[in-house]
């Protein structure tokens, strides 16, 4: 063959293959960006998502482009909005979606929820911290993030997430009732006046959203600080409004809630230094017969006892205390009873 035309041959050849290779590309890129759409389309469907349809269009993009952190991201989501039994695999694609492009945001943010949900907190703390990091829109990552600090007891951190929150969004103060739970932090570690006024800003930001577990916690900081006539007012308006089960609807079971008989049982010890011995007494009483196995409430009834010289009554309370496990009982008892 005349090497002219041998040339001309291999360069037709060429030609033909690379265009062949560009159309697959190009059909690959156009068909990745056509599956994807309709997964969007689909998930994002005002009207009417559906869920499982997106799912199995960002299944295409993925197997024609297993590193679309996108499509992992979206999809990830699409099974999260499906509910519990699809959580554990919107993790793994969520874990896929960020290691493929590490400033994916809203990829930690939703890794964090399911981890906070799962009650694998440190883990919740690690993706939420990386959401942080990047900036992500979503206004409550910080107030997420104090969730699980609080589960993992680690309330100075829980605190300045929780005012960081209530410092970059507007409606911080009026949701979520972050000012209720910031109280809860400073009261767990001994701050109480910044627990007060954490709770005052509660009461005052939600006036039509208020429940006993507010007053009764005010109520505790207020008898700590030996404010007894007010946290009195505080224990009676948390028993008027009675216990709130809000922190029993969802994954934040930890109880944030009150006892009826530990409010009845707090009011009764602020009546009795406030030497109202009869009212103590009625208090202490109701704590007891909600609790029968409630120590202080007999410790507490026996004391009161005591100073309306009811003698005998006492050394009972003070006897049944005493087998609940509260020593102090007992000097009362060698005082009072063994004569």
Not at 16 to 37: C, D, H, M, R
Not at 77 to 86: E, I, T
Not at 220 to 231: A, F, R, V
Request: overall charge neutral; aromatic content about 18%; glycine content about 4%.
């Amino acid at each position: 063959m005349n090497k002219k035309y041998l040339y001309i041959s291999i360069s037709l050849i060429t030609i033909a293959t690379f265009s062949i290779v560009i159309y697959y590309i190009n059909s690959k890129e156009i068909t990745t960006q056509e599956y994807l759409e309709n997964g969007y389309e689909e998930l994002y469907n005002k009207e009417e998502p559906n869920y499982n349809n997106a799912i199995k269009y960002f299944t295409k993009v993925i197997k024609l482009d297993p590193e679309n952190s996108d499509a992992y991201y979206h999809r990830g989501y699409a099974k999260m909005r499906l509910g519990s039994s699809k959580t554990k695999s919107a993790l793994s694609d969520f874990k896929i979606a960020t290691k493929l492009d590490s400033t994916n945001s809203n990829g930690f943010y939703y890794a964090g929820i399911i981890e906070l949900e799962s009650k694998r907190y440190d883990s919740a703390i690690f993706y939420f911290t990386k959401c942080i990091k990047f900036n992500s829109e979503f206004e409550d990552k910080y107030r997420l993030r104090a969730e699980a600090y609080i589960f993992n007891k680690q309330y100075n951190l829980a605190i300045v997430d929780f005012n960081s929150f209530l410092s970059e969004s507007t409606f911080a103060p009026y949701s979520h009732h972050t000012y209720f739970k910031l109280g809860l932090c400073y009261y767990f570690i001994g701050h109480h006046n910044e627990a007060i006024e954490a709770f005052n800003n509660e009461i005052y930001y939600n006036p039509e959203n208020l429940f006993g577990a507010i007053y009764y916690w005010r109520g505790i900081s207020k008898q700590m600080l030996k404010d007894y006539g007010s946290s009195i007012y505080d224990f009676t308006k948390a028993l008027e409004l009675g216990k709130y089960d809000m922190f029993h609807q969802s994954y934040f079971d930890i109880d944030w809630d009150f006892k009826i008989e530990l409010a009845y049982l707090s009011r009764g010890i602020s009546k009795l230094q406030m030497f109202d011995y009869v009212s103590a007494e009625s208090d202490l009483n109701k704590s007891i017969e909600i609790d029968k196995n409630l120590s202080l409430g007999y410790f507490y009834l026996g004391l009161s006892q005591i100073q309306l010289n009811e003698i005998s009554l006492a050394c009972i309370n003070l006897s049944k205390a005493g087998e609940h496990g509260v020593q102090s009982s007992y000097v009362y008892i060698k005082k009072y009873c063994n004569k």
